[in-house]
């Protein structure tokens, strides 16, 4: 089992920045991608960024030039720089990671894992 544990949110004015981490811990053979996506109130969840085991990053078009992605191999850990944060931003950020788990027949898998989440809320 893989279990990813998220930390950094909090309020914050307008034009504030925040910056989340999760780290991913368990039974791991390779983190394939980690990334974050975000839940509104009465709203869908929606990809924020990923990121794959290299450096390819992906940014939803609502924070690029505002956030950035980077991921820590050696400790199975993905941040989330946030900067000039709005209103528009608060919702609860939630981590995701695909992850391939080894087995105990030698075989192994891959899954996705989420987070339980982190509040941000973003005042004007």
């Known amino acids: 089992q893989v279990q990813l544990a998220e930390s950094g949110g909090g309020l914050v004015q307008a034009g504030g920045s925040l910056t989340l981490s999760c780290a991913a811990s368990g039974s791991i053979f390779v983190i394939n991608s980690m990334g974050w996506y975000r839940q509104a109130p009465r709203k869908q969840r929606v990809l924020v960024a990923t990121i794959t085991s290299g450096t390819g990053t992906n940014y939803a078009d609502s924070v690029k030039g505002r956030f950035t992605i980077s991921r820590n191999n050696a400790n199975n850990t993905v941040y989330l720089q946030m900067n000039s944060l709005r209103p528009e931003d608060t919702a609860v950020y939630y981590c995701?990671?695909?992850?391939?788990?080894?087995?105990?027949?030698?075989?192994?898998?891959?899954?996705?894992?989420w987070g339980h989440g982190t509040q941000v809320t973003v005042s004007s």
């Open positions: 995701n990671a695909d992850v391939t788990v080894p087995l105990d027949s030698g075989l192994r898998r891959r899954a996705n894992y």
